[in-house]
């Protein structure tokens, strides 16, 4: 991954662009890396992966509360009859 400073990513910023989609590009400032410019489409994939495990994270916390108050499984098709949504 290359590093650019923000100082020269201002003048080059399509280059940038250009160069983000084969990999990503860090920007600097006082030699610290403070943000990166990634592909469109990896960002895209990046975010609906954090999302997927924020899902798995979430189902787990309720099974596991679920077996600590002794909650019982209930099947989607009898909680609908139960709600009247059939």
């Given at each position: ?72 499984n209930v099947k989607w098709e009898d909680l609908k009859r ?5």
């Amino acid at each position: 991954m290359s590093e650019v400073s923000i100082s020269e990513a201002r003048s080059r910023l399509a280059s940038i662009i250009d160069d983000a989609r084969h990999e990503p590009v860090w920007l600097t400032r006082r030699n610290k890396r403070v943000a990166a410019v990634v592909d469109a489409d990896v960002l895209e994939r990046l975010l609906e992966a954090a999302e997927d495990l924020d899902d798995l994270k979430a189902v787990e916390e309720a099974r596991i509360e679920s077996e600590r108050i002794g909650g019982e499984n209930v099947k989607w098709e009898d909680l609908k009859r139960e709600l009247g949504m059939e």
